[in-house]
């Protein structure tokens, strides 16, 4: 059996970090992903998605990431259920993550305008596009400074015996 989900999507909140009586780090927080079509109106709704997060992999979502935040989460999908205050079943779905990837730079998420985002109501739009900004670098570098590698020939020319062909026999060959 198979139980894999990758989504990419927005969180609606701040994660909420806990502590289990033990001390194991746990977050949760609330994924809002875009459907791949529109509807009748051309409108792309978008599915709201519970996750939960342990661990030190908890802490650190819990630090880096931040309502609108983009973020990548891989993880199996879990059901539960409990008794309600009104004694009746309630039945719960989240997806519980193995791997959280902040898909952008750190003051992007900061630096994010909130209008027109409502995350609590089952309404989401996405960010307006061109927030996104280019990590600034220092243009005047000497060389010395510079971290590369030089490399005068060309990794992928082909091998030099003479012809330009290699020699290869079946022998050679595994299949």
Do not use: H
Request: net charge neutral; aromatic share 10%.
């Amino acid at each position: 059996m198979i139980n894999r989900v990758v989504l990419v999507g927005r969180l609606t909140k701040d994660p909420e970090l806990r502590y289990t009586p033990s001390g194991v780090a746990v977050a949760r927080f609330t994924l809002a992903v875009n459907r791949t079509f529109s509807n009748q109106q051309g409108e792309r709704q978008a599915d709201f998605i519970n996750c939960v997060v342990w661990r030190k992999q908890a802490e650190n979502t819990a630090n880096f990431l931040r309502k609108g935040s983009l973020a990548g989460v891989e993880g199996r999908i879990q059901t539960g259920s409990y008794e309600g205050q009104d004694g009746k079943r309630v039945y719960t779905t989240e997806v519980v993550a193995d791997s959280v990837q902040f898909l952008e730079p750190r003051s992007a998420a900061g630096d994010r305008p909130q209008q027109g985002q409502q995350y609590g109501g089952q309404s989401y739009s996405a960010p307006q596009q061109g927030n996104y900004q280019q990590p600034s670098y220092q243009q005047n570098q000497s060389p010395s400074q510079q971290n590369y590698t030089r490399v005068d020939e060309d990794p992928f020319a082909p091998v030099s015996n003479g012809g330009g062909k290699v020699d290869v026999t079946e022998d050679d060959l595994p299949f």
